[in-house]
């Protein structure tokens, strides 16, 4: 019922390795490029962020276990690309494709700059909050997305069933297990629920240790 | 589109990823889909402009001016505005403090979601499985990898980031810096400070 990006509370994995501060570089001239066409194909707006998560979680868990990073983006990218009839199985196949006049939403230089700086709002006007802070609620459990079966969700498997206290609401954001699967931006009240750390693991490292999600409102219910 | 395709398109693509990019841009580019010229902004960006000196900016800020940190800590989105920042991946900020009593900490366990305009593009670390798995389950371990241990008493509060909600970490400042002005105390302020795995550095 999970998928393999669901990884929080994974035993098994090794040290984190920290790195120096500043602005990250980028280790090899093919991640620069992985970055730049996955922003700049996404610049002509034929996915939603929901549907590009998606697709890398869609990723074989082999594939998306010794992909690094930005080879998961490009794979992600590749498969989309195919998905919504951009690009063909044979181009990908043949690394080539003949000349084609510019796509009319081709994102172009001089938009760059001001689409970067503006971003992608997700608040929409939506139904009013069910809860407010300090309200106990129980989380979903199983995880999973209720309109797909095994599509797209935001409740990761470690926080199901759960009960945690609402401490920050909002308002109305896109929710991803629609949106990711074209069945609309379906907005719901999104809230911060504050876990116990002793609750999710069995024993917390210290007393008081907290895990906050941001949780939509129909992965709650009232505890 | 149609999830657990098993034949997935980019199987076709070449095995080594430098061929994989490489293929995919000169599809992109011969089709039209994308402009060469936008792929060197979108560069530019993120390796010139945009990084955790903004970030270290904001924090400085509401340290050395109460109003300011009031309304940081009241619409983050807004407040960092007010300096000029803003952008993809951060339409949706939080600013949580870090007190004596909670140290804060920020994770995005499902993908690797991160502040980019106000801290840039994430480092590797991350994005790692290791940091992704564990800063849930095992903060403070975590912690000492980074050479931070906590004083007795701090609760350790760990934000996933599991929407468009995007936490910028306002770190305590550090003792000892009461005459210094903003673009000193700014220095101060490492990356991994705002995220929570490092504390900003003292004076010098």
Redesign the interface.
Known sequence: MTRV???????????????P??????????H??????T???G??GQWS?D?S????E???PK?Y?RF????KW???????????G??T?E???A?????????PK????E???P?????????RPGPAPDFEPGDRVRTRLPARNTLVP??HT???A??AGQVGTVI?R?GA??F?DANAHNLGEAPEP?Y?V?FS?AD??GEA????????????QSYLEPA | MPHDDHDHPHSLLPPEPALRVKALETILTAKGLVDPAALDEILDTYERKVGPHLGAAVVARAWSDPDYRARLLADATAAIAELEISGRQGEHMVAVENTPETHNMVVCTLCSCYPWPVLGIPPGWYKSDAYRARAVREPRKVLAEFGVTLPDGQKVRVWDSTAEVRYLVIPMRPAGTEGLDEAALARLVTRDSMIGTGLPTGPA
Do not use: N
């Open positions: 990006h669901d990884m929080g509370g994974r035993h098994g994995d090794g040290p984190v390795v920290p790195e501060q500043g602005i990250v570089p980028f280790f090899e001239d093919w620069r490029s992985a970055l730049a066409l922003l700049a194909a610049g002509l962020i549907t998560r998606h697709a890398r869609c990723l074989s594939d276990a690094s990073y930005y080879e490009i794979a992600a990218l590749a498969d989309l690309l195919v998905a919504k951009l690009v199985r181009e990908l196949a690394g080539s494709a003949a000349p084609a006049p510019a796509h081709l994102f172009r230089a938009a760059v700059g689409a970067l700086a503006k971003g992608s709002p997700y608040t095994g599509g935001r409740l990761p470690y926080a920050l909002h954001h896109v991803p999104l911060t504050a750390a999710l693991w490292e210290a007393e008081g240790d907290e895990v906050t999600l941001d949780l939509w």
